[in-house]
């Protein structure tokens, strides 16, 4: 009788990152800082390339929209996480726990396959930058940014009705801070290893084809960079391909370990500890890396804060002559 009331729930349970915390305030107000500092950066670095004409560059657009990737990323999983650190009852719903594996497979997926082609980008910025106009048209950017979503959203249609649709029993408690599919289906009152299998070889392709894109566009680059006979064009080349290294690094490294590592080398607290990585860290990180290592953002931001500062005296001149 009680395996059945377990069967027909509704909801699930979310141990948590930390399964007993010592100091839940200290943890919330760390995560809640990196929370804000990452929305705030990457809204920024959204309004400052649709604000300012001379970030009106297909590199700068693609990079908005991974600004936008990461935002809702982060927004998906964190609040939720918050929620539980101050909460006794950590319950999430079936459809919440759906939509948490939806959105998180869409938008890993969706930036798999952006930050592959952003590397297409600087390779034709570097080696044919006569036809970048043309080979990074306009119409060829808003196909990249669609063919993003729609790949990573690809994955999401064809994983989570599978994954939900699975009889779950027991305590159906998730031993993560959100709802992971290797963490769900652990629960799963049925063998799972064919679709466990099948999941694994899909998210090996995911990983893989945006990283070949990636490694050939760069082994061309540094081909090219090698021959240049100006000192003055290796340092741009380098300059405009090391945010995009930095931020491939740390995103990628973080996914080989999560998507191609067999299950022999995962432990829950591994998964945890590498999970809240990539979807606290790296997005705040992202952001932070191309706005600071980047001279154009940089001066983009320092224009807006001189416009802001601008209009805030006016107004308060405007408010004192009145009184």
Known sequence: MAMEAHRNSTHFILLGLITHPACPSLIFAIIFSIFVVAVTANVTMILLIHGDPHLHTPMYFLLSQLSLMDTVYICVTVPKMLQDLLSKEKTISFLGCAFQIFFYLTLIGGEFF???????????????????????????????????????????????????????????????????IPAVLKLSCTDTSLYETLMYACCVLMVLIPLSVISVSYTRILITVHRMNSAEGRRKAFTTCSSHIMVVSIFYGAAFYTNVLPHSYHTPEKDKVVSAFYTILTPMLNPLIYSLRNRDVTEALRKALGRCSSSWRIRAQDTSQKY
């Open 114 to 180: 952006l930050l592959g082609l952003m590397a297409y980008d600087r390779y034709v910025a570097v080696c044919r930058p006569l036809r970048y106009p043309l080979l990074m048209s306009r119409r060829v950017c808003m196909l990249m940014v669609v063919g993003s979503w729609v790949g990573g959203s690809l994955d999401g249609f064809m994983l989570t009705p599978v994954t939900m649709s699975f009889p779950y029993c027991g305590p159906r408690e998730i031993n993560h801070f959100f709802c992971e």
